[in-house]
C-alpha cells in the first residue's frame, strides 16, 4: 500500500519558536489533511486541502497555523509561535487509493514537544 | 457526549478471546471507519463501513453499523497478543463525495494476554 511519509519523527522546541512540520502524501492526490492528538486524548482534526487551498479548517487551526504545498508535492504544516498546548503528534493523511469512501492513509506522526 | 464516543475505554482479554468494540455518533454520517494505533505510532486503517451498509467483515474483523442507533461495533476473533493497540472509530462527515474529514472517538485500548 502506498505510503504516506512525515518529518521529522520528532521535533523539540523552545516556546515562541517557529516549527515547520513536513510530509509527503500519495502521489497524484486532491485532498490532504492535518490532524492531531494530544498525549492520551483523540485525534483531532485541523485542516483539508483540496487542489492547492484550504477547503476546511477546525477551532483549533487559528492564526498560528498555515499550511503550504511549497513544491507541489510536499505539505507543510507551520506553527508559527509554538506554545505548551501544542505538544502533540501531528499526523497527515492522504485518501486511501485516490478513491472516496476507501478510508484514509495516515503518516507516522511528528512527535511535537514544546518545553 | 461528543461524535464518536467508544466503550469500553479499556479491555483486557486473552489470547483466543474474542474483543468487541462499541462506538457511538451523533450526527448525519457518510460512513465510519475503524483504525488501529500501536503505541507512540501513526493510525493504520482497518475497515470502513458506508452509512447504508450494515455489516462488514475483514479477515478477524467485523464491523456492524446501525444508522438508526448512531452505534457501530468492532469485533475481532480469535485474538492474538500482536492485536494490542488502541482502536478508534471515526466518522465520516461533511459534503465532499466521500473525501471527508474524520471525527474521532476517544478510543478503546486493547490488551490480550497470552
Known amino acids: 500500500e502506498p505510503e504516506v511519509t512525515q518529518t521529522p519523527s520528532h521535533q523539540v522546541t523552545q516556546m515562541g519558536q517557529e516549527v515547520i512540520l513536513r510530509c509527503v502524501p500519495i502521489?497524484?492526490?486532491?485532498?490532504f489533511y492535518w490532524y492531531r492528538q494530544i498525549l492520551g486524548q483523540k485525534v483531532e482534526f485541523l485542516v483539508s486541502?483540496?487542489?492547492?487551498?484550504?477547503?476546511?479548517k477546525s477551532e483549533i487551526f487559528d492564526d498560528q497555523f498555515s499550511v503550504e504545498r511549497p513544491d507541489g508535492s510536499n505539505f507543510t504544516l507551520k506553527i508559527r509561535s509554538t506554545k505548551l498546548e501544542d505538544s502533540a503528534m501531528y499526523f497527515c493523511?492522504?485518501?486511501?487509493?485516490?478513491?472516496?469512501?476507501?478510508?484514509?492513509?495516515f503518516g507516522s506522526g511528528t512527535r511535537l514537544t514544546v518545553v | 457526549s461528543q461524535q464518536g464516543e467508544e466503550d469500553p475505554q479499556a479491555l483486557s482479554i486473552q489470547e483466543g478471546e474474542n474483543a468487541t468494540m462499541n462506538c457511538s455518533y451523533k450526527?448525519?454520517?457518510?460512513?465510519l471507519q475503524w483504525y488501529r494505533q500501536n503505541s507512540g505510532r501513526g493510525l493504520v486503517h482497518l475497515i470502513l463501513?458506508?452509512?447504508?451498509?450494515r455489516e462488514k467483515h475483514s479477515g478477524r474483523l467485523r464491523v456492524t453499523l446501525d444508522t438508526s442507533k448512531k452505534s457501530s461495533s468492532l469485533l475481532i476473533t480469535a485474538s492474538r497478543a500482536a492485536d494490542t493497540a488502541s482502536y478508534f472509530c471515526?466518522?465520516?462527515?461533511?459534503?465532499?463525495?466521500?473525501?471527508?474529514?474524520?471525527?474521532f472517538g476517544a478510543g478503546t485500548r486493547l490488551a490480550v494476554h497470552p
Open positions: 502521489s497524484n492526490h486532491l485532498y
Open positions: 450526527t448525519s454520517i457518510n460512513n
Open positions: 463501513i458506508r452509512s447504508n451498509e
Open positions: 471515526a466518522t465520516g462527515v461533511g459534503l465532499s463525495g466521500g473525501y471527508n474529514k474524520l471525527i
Open positions: 486541502f483540496y487542489n492547492n487551498e484550504i477547503s476546511e
Open positions: 493523511a492522504s485518501p486511501r487509493d485516490n478513491r472516496p469512501n476507501y478510508g484514509y492513509t
